[in-house]
């Protein structure tokens, strides 16, 4: 249950890769019941999405029209409140038996001050409906125990795309990774996997 509602959330983080230019209407799909998967050769110390957050408050339901998503995350990530924290995105297309990467990637140099912009992808579908967005806006996922609370609201995980995607299987890398004051990176870094398909819908182009 935990980690579905991680990769749910995770799915809005997607729409970052993708321009405003809205020539196709894509929905992202996810592969499996699990939703995420560790990261492959990473480094030692490096964390799986249970590194991040504790879902076990948040509720959702599968429902026709998405996922109605209400409850509380609490971080449990062990940074500090000052730490600068990037966000890694890349996309993966598997191909012939591997995973190749593509050119999707993306690098959000300081994600906790862009976290609540309105112009970024991720908030109409997510940061938009954290209630308690006054604190959060500060804590951001820096301060271990403090909790984040949602909104009900139905997540719609559909967007917009300049680029086409092929049909198959992709498989999207998030990392998270914290700087302390003096730029040196924790080691405690978050890493993992969302695999799915992208689906056209149809009767949607420019
Ligand atoms: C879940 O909520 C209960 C009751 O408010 C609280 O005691 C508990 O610490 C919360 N769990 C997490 C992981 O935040």
């Known amino acids: 249950m935990s980690q579905q509602l991680f990769g749910i959330w995770q799915l809005l983080i997607l729409m970052a890769f993708i321009d405003n230019s809205m020539e196709i209407n894509y929905e992202f799909t996810m592969e499996d019941e699990r939703i995420t998967s ?3 050769d990473e480094a030692a110390g490096t964390l799986n ?4 957050f504790d879902w076990s408050n948040a509720t959702f339901e599968m429902a026709e029209e998405g996922v109605t998503l209400s409850g509380s995350k609490t971080v449990v990530w062990d940074i500090q ?3 600068r924290v990037e966000l ?3 996309l993966y297309y598997f191909d012939r038996g591997t995973w ?3 050119t999707l990637n993306m690098v959000i140099k300081d994600f906790c001050s862009v976290m609540f ?3 970024q992808v991720w908030y109409d579908a997510y940061s938009k409906h954290i209630a308690n967005s006054a604190d959060v806006k500060d804590s951001c996922y820096r301060v271990k125990g403090s909790v984040i609370h ?3 609201y139905t997540i719609n995980l559909e967007f917009g795309s300049g680029v086409p ?3 198959g299987r992709y498989a999207i890398r998030l990392k998270f990774r914290a700087f302390d004051k003096n730029g040196k990176i924790r080691s405690n870094e978050i890493c993992f996997e969302i695999k799915g398909h992208f689906l056209k819908k149809s009767g949607w182009m420019k």
Do not use: A
């Open 38 to 40: 560790d990261c492959q």
């Open 49 to 52: 999405i249970d590194g991040l």
């Open 100 to 102: 190749q990467p593509t």
């Open 150 to 152: 949602f909104e009900t």
């Open 117 to 119: 912009d309105k112009n």
């Open 165 to 167: 995607f092929q049909k």
């Open 81 to 83: 409140p000052s730490d």
């Open 88 to 90: 890694l995105g890349s």
